[in-house]
């Protein structure tokens, strides 16, 4: 696909994926604009720009190919491929996504999970087990990881990023409540849960 | 506050309050947008024209009032009040969420923890007791609970948020991998981590 497709779009893509994903399980092979459209309650010429953007779905009336649609998002958000993933922060939240089995399914998998925590080292979560922290360049080493996902206090959250890149990591999944987007060489996605919860009340005091 | 903000600019107040919020622990009175530009790498004219919103900075070359911004953008954001929060699944993380002390610091207070798993009844997370989930509509009636969390299956969410919703609850903070945004009534806040490693994803296949 050689095609640029805009920022706006893309951050669509992940919620097409997801419905598309769920009309192959339910075996629906077409589905029209108008259908999705009701279904994901947005309008259905927001969905045909979108969709416009992959091509390759028939003639006007005879609906999206659901499976050719999927795998081609699922191509452009890179999800067919697997990719390694490691969590250093083993506490609950790290404990969770290494225990989430459903990313496996889009394509990510925990392959390793850390902390500095002696009393953790060698707990299993699905089937793998907590290491210690300084077994982390010996494992990137023999291991291809590509994605580091930081649980861990706000206060480490920098000098561990550093690290990873110094190891070779270029992609970190960030739950600290830092910003390191600032870090060269190196792909940030944040999950700031406080900010979130913020909105949340932004949107209950808006409303009072 | 009676002026109308932007969408844009809402969506970076909880940036502005956290750096604001460090600053103060650090003891900083008085802050230069380019100072504060340098901390956030966010550009000094943005940032000026962000916090135009909200006067009170003193005059040109004074800087901003560090506590009287906070405190100001606090109230915008409601975080100033206490909001109570039930959690709903007390999975991993269900109980990451609850075991978060940090949420109360910026006014959300987690004050129950329900799951349908008769093994997790009574066990203790913080000083929160796992109750089952059939003894929610007792709990609210005797509570102020102002916001769900939502950390239970995707295949539940639907109609455990529906009943939230018949139950008076009317703000929800959804980690389940589905959306609830049409449910009338009440206000969502999506945490959805597929998507967001999906956007890694896309990132790194950008990159390479």
Not at 69 to 75: M, W
Not at 87 to 108: D, M
């Amino acid at each position: 696909m050689d095609k640029q497709i805009s920022q706006a779009v893309i951050r669509r893509l992940p919620r097409y994926y997801r419905y598309l994903g769920e009309l192959l399980d339910d075996g629906v092979e077409r589905i029209s604009s108008n259908d999705l459209s009701k279904r994901m309650h947005v309008t259905a010429s927001q969905i045909r720009q979108d969709l416009n953007n992959f091509g390759g779905f028939g003639q006007q009336g005879y609906g999206y190919n659901v499976a050719y649609l999927h795998d081609e998002i699922g191509n452009i958000l890179g999800v067919n491929e697997t990719h390694n993933v490691i969590v250093i922060g083993a506490g609950n939240l790290g404990q969770a996504i290494a225990g989430y089995v459903k990313f496996e399914r889009v394509g990510f998998k925990i392959i390793g999970l850390f902390d500095v925590n002696p009393e953790l080292k060698g707990k299993l979560v699905r089937d793998i087990p907590v290491q210690m922290l300084d077994e982390l360049p010996e494992f990137i080493k023999h291991n291809d990881v590509e994605i580091a996902a930081l649980t861990l206090p706000k206060s480490n959250a920098r000098s561990t990023a550093l690290k990873l890149v110094s190891l070779g990591v270029h992609a970190i999944w960030n739950f600290a409540h830092v910003d390191l987007d600032d870090i060269p060489d190196v792909i940030i996605e944040n999950v700031h849960l406080s900010d979130s919860l913020m909105q949340l009340s932004y949107n209950i005091t808006q409303q009072k």
